[in-house]
């Protein structure tokens, strides 16, 4: 809930504000049918994500640059009364997609359940006003309502981050709202049922899923979207480009925009080693145990940055980001050591432009 | 006048061959032309045999050269395979129409008219077909192959058997004549395409020819049914044309003429499948062999076999599971504006409901459901195929009898014949023909191989089975080849195969058992498997084989094995029992012969590089550490000195008597020879045992007893002599050049001038090599 008056003035806007004006333009030229208590047809909320020209000829912008078929999939699940699960590493824009599907199908992105290891049954289900409680006893007022719970009763779509945070006593609280669609209150002896409309899109990172994995049972109950890092390199240079073009605003770096080749270099291996393969597809490379996902290429750019600003000459070197890139590979000191070293002997020594960076991280081995 | 219909069909689509059952059983036709081979029109009969099970492929080849055949496979679902199984039970006449291949595969055919295409013909795969030009083949070309598939493709469908249910049955009409409509289609398009640059005159000849086959069909016939692909509708509808009769005539004058033959052959989906570079092939065989046999609850029953693969598997997929996946189908295909799901809407419902976006049992879905695994058989007597007949050639070429008794035949490889014995008899055993064993070749010589052959009459079977991968002899058993390079597991079985191949002379599929060494050795985590493929690699990249010339290849996979092997060695060597450490001290000794072997600088360096690293290890067994240290002292890495040192770090009291015991074990053992001549390695020893003060040389003396006891007893006596001669010199060293006496070495000479040669320049030269060896 919104506290503060001037949104315009928030660090960060909801997408059902920021985006405000693109929803408004859907919903009036969309002559689709509409599930009950959807802002919108499925089409024309597939239409919002993936950006495209509207008849009234309005420019939507894209949210999702990527595969089609996956938002189809996406949405045609929510259509069909599923709850949606997507997965993905870190910075494959799970939360971006999770929050701009409940802005554009029931226009609030806000029913948001964040999952930690702290996360308790009350934030699910329902907590009580114990002054409310002890002054008048078990009532309806005393009931203090969670996101979900909301977002039955109104028929909306609630979002849950980081499901396989949630430890597993916790997330069991889900299947009755996900097989039952109500949500029993015994204190009252009265339960809660959900209106049409209302559904679950959860995001959950794949790569560490040991933290508290999914039982089956509530597998059973989600329809899993996987969202793939960037599909091709420049796609994913283009991200990090913009994305550490804005990192250098933001912290005030007074080094030099990076070198399109280092960020090609960085993308590169990153991609490399995630995929075990080399770029020209040629030949296999061992994968190290971390997830190399484009957030960390970011970081790794963001900090090679730092260090060719405040102990460099201002120029992003191989040396700048050979200390980054080798935290991010090796994860694990054996293994990880190996792979990386392995790559380093048979792609990186092959490569007759990347002789400055094989120097480099040799000595940094 | 006869009454002719002629059908467009899509190759191996159940729509357009449901289509075709319904309008053949409608017209009752007395003669059926089908689009195909007529060499082979005398096996069409055998298309209702009892032992004839699809998918099985005509075979069109030339006797004399088996390598230039065609296939024209078939499913249960192809329209051609229909038609003929109609024709034969409604005792209808049935010919094949398309130009002879005694034409197309004859020598000159097309180039007599100032053209040089290659004898590529479609729709049916040619042996000789690269999957690679698959990915170069241009737009009118794929046109041509699936002129419908394409329309579907432009219309948004990915799987053109969904447009064929949306757009042309379901618009067909009271009357189901959806081959009018084809008809009109195909003339559209034929009106804007360009003729074909590479072939055109391989398809107006092949056009020709089955408009002249109309035209003789409807002289006998009354009703005379075509069925051909559709691209060639509009061409044949031009059949009574007038003038042209002259025109047709005039196209197919005067072109070659070959002997070939034809025969029945196996196939699998697997290799009718796109993905296996038969270029007229579909995406997914199984999935269409389901649209054929269950026309209206395919998703139903698609998601349900998906379920049932899935718990046959342990993987959890509940009924309620298919329910949800289904509805998503329908929902996707719903959303894409399509009646029902097709293939790629399954596929995607399946993978969110019943497979948690997992990736390997959609692969699993993916073999069986999609592509599948079906094979067909062909009856027993109808044998005949170009592997036989290629077969049957070498064995002539090569004056081999298989009916013969047994009997050892010694080869000398120095012989054109008997290489190609030996390789021959080498593929064979890749066929799982085991006609000639292996002996032992009497007398010297690695020119010499002796074979002991012996024939079974069941191994024809083999031969015909082989069809299936090649067309030859070779060809198929480098079909095998892959497909065991593709199987294997470790990184040694695959340099192995190698080696094997060399035997064979496969040169062809050596480049792809590389690349699978390499996709093997990246990822594989065992260092100990690598280390075991690389000496034979090694070997044969220094040496190459008494056939084999260009090692090139074979070079550049042990280039990228040493370094690997080099990454992982320390960590491989951790928590070794004594065992395994044996094993890899082996292993380590054999590597790095074959790094020596190799005489590059470079490799060498990153190797002595790990072997360094290990020697530094504290808690890695002994034996492994103490060659390690070994090997780089032999290669003058380790100075005496520090060899010395390490061994008295080793040895010393703090380690322990069994880590002591292994450490010299590994660093001595087998190396009588060396501590005899090799001064350095006794001096490190003698001086290490001098040092030792009385109580510790008692303690560690069974220790070096026990290493001394693997040299031999003579060995022991040698070293003992070299020590108890003054200043310990071994025999033959400096000492010993001083006792040459060069004026009675030179009374000898005129003795071996005369052994060894009239030239006295090079007897002389040879003498004193003698002398200096």
Redesign the interface.
Known sequence: MTTNGDKTAQLRRAAEDAFAEELAALRTSDGRPRPPNWQMSPQAVVTYLMGGRLPSGFEVSPKYIGDRRLMEIAVATLATDRALLLLGVPGTAKSWVSEHLAAAICGTSRLIVQGTAGTSEEAIRYGWNYALLLAKGPSREAVVSSPIMRAMNEGRIARVEELTRIPSETQDSFITVLSEKTLPIPELNEEVSAQKGFNLIATANNRDRGVNELSSALKRRFNTVVLPPPATIEAEIAIVESRVASLGRTFEIPAEPPGAAEIRRVVTIFRELREGVTADGKSKVKQPSGTLSTAEAISVVGSGLALAAHFGNGRLSAEDLVSGITGAVVKDPVQDAIVWREYLETVVKERADWKEFYRAARAGA | MAEIQIYGIRHHGPGSTRSLRAALNAFRPDCLLIEGPPDADDLIGLASHEGMVPPVALLVYRPDRPRDCAFFPFAAFSPEWVAMRYGIEAGASLRFIDLPHAIQLADGFGVARGESAPPDIEPHASAADAPSEEVTAVAPAAIRRDPLGELAEAAGFPDGERWWDAFIESRAGEDGDVFAAIAEAMTALREEAEPDPDDAFREEAREAHMRAAIRAASKTFERVAVICGAWHVPALLRHDARGQAGADAATLKGLPKTKVAAAWAPWSYERLATASGYRAGVLSPEWYDTLWNHGGQVSARWLSRAAALLRAEDL?A?P??VI?AA??AE??AG??GRARPSLEDLD??A???L???DDAPMRLIRRKLVIGERLGATPPDSSGTPVEADFAAQCKRLRLKPGADAGEITLDLRKETDLGKSHFLNRLRLLGIPWGERRQARGRGTFKEAWFLSWKPEWVVELVAASAEGGTVAEAAAGRVREHARNATRVAELSGLIATLLDADLADATGDVIQAI??RA??S?DVFDLMEALPPLAELARYGSVRSSDTAPVLAVVR?LV??A???LV?ACQSLDDGAAADARNRIVAVSGAVSLLEDQDLKA?WQEALRALADQEHVHGRVVGRAVRLLFDDGMIAAGEAGDRLRRALSRASGAIAAAAWIEGFLENSGTVLIHGRGLLDVVDEWLGDLDPETFVELLPIVRRTFSTISAPERRAIGEALARPGGAPPGDEDGTRLFDAERATKVLPILRLLLGPEPARAAEAAIEGDAT
Do not use: H
């Open positions: 959890d509940s309620a599971s949800e509805r998503l929902a996707l959303f894409r995607e419902a993978r969110a409901t497979c948690f976006a390499n996709d990246a990822v985590a990228g370094p690997r080099a990454a992982g960590a990153t």
